[in-house]
């Protein structure tokens, strides 16, 4: 801390990260994930025999069925968005939908289809998640001083650290698990918090975290790629997915993830400490690599946040290829310093030389860097056609 003449006293900046990325779901859908919009008539079609078979599957497809209408020749078919809207009504106000459906029913239904959610993700993804794979050997060859805020709530990217790098470095999630604080636990290397480890921030939550609403900690749980729906305790007599307990309080766990859905629910005290980590992650660094991130009009708090935290003469790069017009514009909102690589991020981490430049801090200006020239000049060129 140093005094100023005046008297007012300023802190060091704590030295930060060189890069900060940020995923969107355009990252994971490099991987095979099914994009939002392609889950439900995935779920709805009967083209799974496991949710056409079991208890969770029916339950969830009944509900929608009672209360959506859409048309796979179109093909019409309601957003996540809705259902979740709808199921998220019922439960903000503590209201039943009907005799059939009283609340406790509808939260059961609500994780039966966070479940089935995963379910899909883990059938329909690139089972070595080549795209992530190619990723973390980037970062462990040219720099490792990164951290990494993603949108999505799917593992595929721990699928992929734990795939390349086993035992040698660990995900830090910036948050408490409980499970790893009993005494006598047996800490699996991967989530290890210490200086060597890989920081994850997982803005809109996991699948793979489990929260209590009592004791409010979460729990991780195994990471399993394969999702059973058919697990022991599944017929429970609401329907919904299989129950998890609380080992302190007995309470059920939910699953913590914050569904895409018109109420987003952001003031989760979890997630509000994860993002408040982001963000002094982004103050702190040196560049803001976003890649596959739109944002969407729903996601008005991450504008908030990179609003607040993007400071002046910060370097960000947006990696996207998606043809939107308005993404741009949703970019030099937040900062004019904003340089746009229009390629998939799979075609990104095949261009050897920019992955390299990208992850390289140094301090000659963008344009002077060689290797960007040929996509900039691209980029800029597209932008004068639009
Ligand atoms: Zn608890």
Redesign the pocket.
């Known amino acids: 801390m140093k005094i100023n003449s005046n008297g007012s006293k300023s802190y060091k900046q704590i030295k930060g990260r060189d890069v900060v990325f940020v995923f969107g779901a355009g990252a994971s859908y490099a991987d095979g994930a099914p994009l939002q919009k392609d889950i439900l008539p995935l779920i709805m079609s009967g083209e799974l025999l496991d949710i056409r078979n079991s208890k969770t599957g029916q339950s969830v497809t009944e509900f929608i069925a009672d209360n959506f209408a859409w048309d796979n020749q179109v093909p019409i078919y309601p957003t996540l968005e809705t259902v979740f809207g709808f199921l998220d009504y019922f439960i903000s106000q503590d209201e039943h939908l009907s005799a059939q459906y009283p609340n406790a029913r509808i939260r059961a239904i609500k994780e039966g289809l966070i479940k089935l959610i995963h379910y899909v993700i883990s059938v329909k993804s690139n089972e070595q998640s080549r795209t992530y794979c190619a990723f973390w050997e980037a970062i462990y060859r040219y720099n490792p001083n990164i951290a990494i805020l993603t949108l999505n709530y799917d593992t595929l990217l721990e699928d992929a650290f734990s795939m390349v790098h086993g035992g040698r470095s660990n995900i830090d999630y910036a948050l408490h698990l409980m499970n790893y604080d009993f005494a006598g636990t047996k800490q699996p290397e991967y989530y290890r918090n210490n200086q060597a480890s890989m920081k994850i921030m997982k803005g809109h939550g996991s699948l793979n975290w489990k929260y ?1 609403h ?2 409010k ?1 979460v729990l991780l749980t195994p990471r399993d790629t394969k999702i059973d729906l058919f697990d022991k305790d599944n017929g429970n007599d609401k329907g919904g997915s299989a129950k998890h307990y ?1 080992p ?2 007995a ?1 059920e766990f939910e699953t913590l993830i914050i569904p895409p859905s018109h109420i987003k629910k952001i003031s989760h005290p979890v997630i509000s400490q994860i993002l408040s980590e982001a963000m002094r992650e982004i103050r702190s660094c040196k560049k803001v690599v976003f890649v596959g991130y739109s944002f969407p009009d729903a996601d008005v708090h991450f504008k908030a946040l990179f609003k607040k935290s993007l400071i002046h003469g910060q370097e960000v790069i947006v990696i996207n290829n998606s043809k939107s017009k308005t993404l741009k514009y949703n970019y030099l909102a937040l900062t004019d310093n904003v340089q746009f690589i229009k390629l998939s991020f799979a075609e990104f981490l095949g261009h050897e030389s920019l992955v390299k430049e990208i992850l390289t801090v140094n301090d000659g200006s963008f344009s002077d860097r060689i290797n960007y020239r040929p996509f900039y000049d691209k980029v800029i060129d597209m932008l004068r056609h639009n």
């Open positions: 209590c009592c004791c900690q609380c302190v309080d309470s």
